[in-house]
């Protein structure tokens, strides 16, 4: 049987609905050591708290190896074993709020296959746009980049560190603990199992230690805006994963307001003052 032709995926949509509830907001502030009170319906979700909802309800039977969906369905069947959020482009049209019904329509926008020095990568991009209450207007615009790659050889070659920027007006320690990890896996119904199998995420994949999630960090990262911009209105965000965060050390969140009031500079740096993610954020 021959390989499908992954570009067959480019256009594919799909669409999911659901309800902004009160608990999941609840649990994930808890989550970030936010007061957990249940908010009133009509209360604005914080940015990226959207990905609390149209959970990944695939049936038990269906789960791969790894954690994930197995391979195929929307998301095109890719053979190589890792996969990697590896950053995302947002625009905040409207408010998003609790007690709105919503919509999400995705569509394979880009399936590309390319080599680097570490071998095969696939890059898939999929546009989201979501609606609230049946409107015809589209709340929030975002496209996530995924991207997939051959499992390590003993001899691949290590990427070079970025450095950090070297001062930042915000800064903020993160200890990522297994329960943080396990928590924001189950808000997010994630079950990848980098995330909380210590022992498949050494020895099957050969990382040092659990993964901490993307997007988690970029949470992190507009959790940090929010503590010191309480009041602003997000308009657009985007982040780039530039390097793994993992669960032995701490890590950190940074943030430089510029020169306009409105645009700031995000990013998240390691333990040893390594660039892991890069991320900016505008508000009105």
């Given amino acids: 049987m021959s390989s499908p032709n992954l570009t067959d995926w480019i256009g594919r949509t799909e669409t999911v609905t659901d309800t902004v509830t009160a608990t999941p907001y609840a649990a994930l ?4 050591d936010r007061p957990p009170e249940r908010p009133p319906q009509g209360t604005p979700l914080p940015g990226l708290w959207h990905w609390l909802y149209f959970l990944p309800l695939h049936r038990q ?39 709105d019904q919503i919509s999400r329509i995705s569509t394979i926008e880009q399936v590309t296959e390319k080599s680097g020095r570490s071998g095969k990568l696939t890059f898939v991009r999929v546009c989201h746009e979501l609606r609230c209450n049946q409107q015809q207007d589209v709340a929030l615009t975002e496209f996530h980049d995924i991207v997939y790659r051959e ?36 808000l997010t119904f994630n079950g990848h199992r980098i995330h909380y199998d210590r022992k498949y995420v050494t020895e099957t994949e050969g990382y040092p230690g659990l993964v901490v999630h993307g997007p988690l960090i970029a949470t992190l990262l507009l959790d940090l805006l929010r503590e010191h911009k309480p009041e602003a209105v997000l308009t657009r965000f985007e982040f780039r994963a530039v390097r ?21 500079r995000l990013w998240a740096k390691d333990h040893e003052g390594w660039l892991t993610m890069d991320a900016t954020a505008v508000i009105k």
């Fill in 61 to 99: 039977s269906l789960i791969g190896e790894d954690g994930h969906a197995q391979r195929g369905g929307f998301l095109p069947p890719v053979p190589l074993p890792r996969r990697m959020w590896a950053g995302s482009q947002l625009v905040f049209h409207s408010p998003i709020s609790v007690g």
């Fill in 29 to 32: 502030a808890a989550t970030l």
């Fill in 244 to 264: 793994p965060t993992f669960d032995i050390h701490h890590f950190f969140v940074c943030g430089e307001p510029q020169a306009d009031g409105k645009t700031f």
């Fill in 151 to 186: 499992a390590p050889k003993p001899n691949d070659p290590v990427p070079a560190p970025q450095a950090a920027p070297a001062t930042q007006t915000w800064q903020r320690k993160v200890v990522p603990d297994d329960v943080l990890l396990f928590r924001y896996s189950a």
